[in-house]
Nanobody, 129 residues
Framework: QVQMAESGGGSVQAGGSLKLSCAAS????????MAWFRQAPGKQREGVAS???????VYSSSVKGRFTVSRDNADDTLYLQMDSLKPDDSAMYYC???????????????????????WGQGTQVTVSS
């Protein structure tokens, strides 16, 4: 059973930066997707960035060029470096994990395939103008 736990959220002014971390524990399969999602009050959950077991990254258009997703395989930690933050980036951020064989990832990107069953508890990011 995989578990995920986020940290690193907080409050920052527009234009600032934050780095989120997500520690994964348990049995991490060889082929997987890890992703960051966010949800603001009254809005649908949105996929922000993903990375798979091959290191392939995908970003939503709203964060591309400003956010960077990465992972440290040595300690099974997922990161999200967020730069040039905007008030619209304010949301609860969640990391998620799913097993994803290569044939599945060849048909859909980790960011859009859905089916994530392991979620962290979330960390709040607030960006003030």
């Amino acid at each position: 059973q995989v578990q995920m736990a986020e940290s690193g959220g907080g409050s920052v002014q527009a234009g600032g930066s934050l780095k989120l971390s997500c520690a994964a524990s348990g049995h991490i399969t060889t082929d997987y997707c890890m992703a960051w999602f966010r949800q603001a009050p009254g809005k649908q959950r949105e996929g922000v960035a993903s990375i798979d077991s091959d290191g392939t990254t995908v970003y939503s258009s709203s964060v591309k060029g400003r956010f960077t997703v990465s992972r440290d395989n040595a300690d099974d930690t997922l990161y999200l470096q967020m730069d040039s933050l905007k008030p619209d980036d304010s949301a609860m951020y969640y990391c998620a994990f799913r097993s994803a064989p290569r044939w599945v990832r060849s048909q859909n990107s980790c960011l859009t395939m859905g089916g994530y069953r392991v979620w962290g508890q979330g960390t709040q990011v607030t960006v003030s103008s």
